[in-house]
């Protein structure tokens, strides 16, 4: 297993979620004959702020300080970044649950205690389910969502997965956008015959093009309202870890599932101890390093 590198960052808050995003580009950064990929931006979402988190590219630059600094001039904490509601007021992230980028609308997707919002790359957040009248899930009960290469985005809530049509320029795209228009509408997935609690999570991987959900204990390919199984499962008993391909791979119990850049999943796995787990696109299921 490898040994995980632990910076404490003295966060004066309680850290609520981490999101990714493209880091805004310069003035002079346009052009070039060998124009190099743009840099991500790493926010943290706290009870007091969202921060930018500087240093994970080994270059040690940029502001500091913001919310208290790690230790040593590498990965630290870095400035606010301020977030306005749609009157303009300071929008506070203490609600704030998980978040995920989209990138046909180069904005955020959070959820919060309240329901769902969507933060621009200037900051606003607003609502993007205001005029929606009949929602078939608690609103404010959503956890996991995922957001694909079209701007639709995936809810798993109360154990069913719904793919809400939120306006967007590439609507008319989607099968079946047409029957509830082009500024948008809701169609559920089937959840039923998944082995576990219920559904639990769902992740996009914007490179594969491949939607994912998962119980505590199985990951499902989605391929339009069907999900096949792609690891784990009731297979050995409950509690058990083991690696493997497909079926013969156990999980303990599904905390979060992540997509990477190299095509993987990476899986938060355990109950009293927490493991981190990788997943190949063709199932295969490793064991990478104990998180605590």
Request: aromatic letters at 6%.
């Amino acid at each position: 297993m490898a040994t995980p590198r632990v910076v404490d960052l003295r966060l004066e808050h309680p850290l609520r979620c981490v999101a990714v995003r493209p880091a805004p580009r310069s003035a002079g950064s346009g052009g070039g004959a060998q124009q190099q990929p743009q840099a991500q931006q790493v926010l943290l979402f706290t009870d007091g702020g969202c921060f930018e988190l500087l240093g994970l590219d080994g270059a040690g630059g940029g502001a500091g300080g913001g919310a208290g600094s790690a230790a040593g001039a590498g990965v630290r904490v870095g400035p606010a970044v301020p977030l306005r509601d749609a009157d303009n007021a300071e929008w506070p992230c203490d609600e704030v649950r998980y978040a995920t980028y989209d990138a046909s609308s180069s904005s955020l997707y959070a959820t919060t205690d309240a329901g769902l919002v969507r933060i621009d790359a200037e900051g606003r957040v607003t609502d993007p389910l205001s005029g929606y009248d009949r929602l078939p899930f608690d609103i404010k009960g959503l956890e996991a969502i995922a957001v694909d290469h079209l701007g639709i985005v995936y809810v798993a809530a109360e154990e069913e997965l719904c793919m809400l049509l939120l306006p967007s320029r590439q609507a008319g795209q989607v099968a079946g956008a047409e029957a509830h228009g082009a500024g948008g509408g809701l169609i559920q997935l089937t959840s039923a015959n998944l082995d576990g609690g219920g559904l639990q999570y769902v992740a996009y991987d914007p490179r594969l093009g491949r939607l994912y959900v998962a119980t505590d204990r199985a990951i499902y390919g989605v391929r339009g309202t069907t999900a096949a199984l792609l690891a784990g499962g009731t297979n050995g008993g409950s509690g058990m870890c083991r690696d493997g391909a497909g079926c013969r791979a156990c999980f303990r119990f599904i905390r979060r599932v992540m997509p990477g850049h190299d095509g993987c999943l990476y899986v938060v796995d355990g109950r009293s101890s927490l493991q981190l787990r990788k997943v190949t696109p063709d199932g295969v299921v490793s064991t990478l390093q104990q998180l605590d």
